[in-house]
């Protein structure tokens, strides 16, 4: 079964489209899009995040272009005037900043510890996201 997220038209409207894949172009994650209009017709895009975004239920893990070790998670530094925030993300997280790099399970635990922080968008905290269901 293909997923679906929801983007956001420019006019403010959001449609639940399918997921057809995704790519990284440059620092951005660019996702394949398809939408069946009334009467069949589809049509294919792509949009990168915000403007598309996960529907909590969906599973992406199947998704063509997405890393195939599901366990592996991300870390990225972000600038802020006083020190760096470490944030931890899923692989096949839709926020995913430029600085990422992979790390296992245990290694993103000793940085929790350490004080990073989870993601806000892709909640690799969440027990359901680490065994890879929805």
């Keep these: 079964m293909t997923p679906r997220a929801r983007v956001t038209l420019p006019d403010g409207q959001e449609l639940d489209v399918e997921v057809t894949g995704r790519e990284r172009v440059g620092d951005a994650w660019w996702y394949l899009l398809r939408l069946t ?3 069949g017709q589809e049509v294919a895009f792509r949009a990168a ?7 909590p239920g969906e599973s992406y893990a199947d998704l ?9 998670l991300l870390v990225d530094s972000l600038p802020r005037p006083d020190e760096p ?4 993300h899923r692989a096949s997280c839709w926020y995913m900043a430029r600085n990422a790099r992979p790390v296992t399970r245990a290694e993103a635990d000793d940085l929790i510890a350490a004080g990073a922080r989870l993601c806000e968008v892709c ?3 969440r027990r359901a996201t680490w065994d890879g269901q929805s």
């Design 37 to 39: 209009l009334p009467g």
């Design 49 to 55: 995040y915000p403007t598309v975004r996960p529907i």
């Design 64 to 72: 063509p272009g997405a890393p195939a070790d599901p366990d592996q």
């Design 85 to 88: 925030l470490l944030l931890i």
């Design 123 to 125: 909640l690799p905290g």
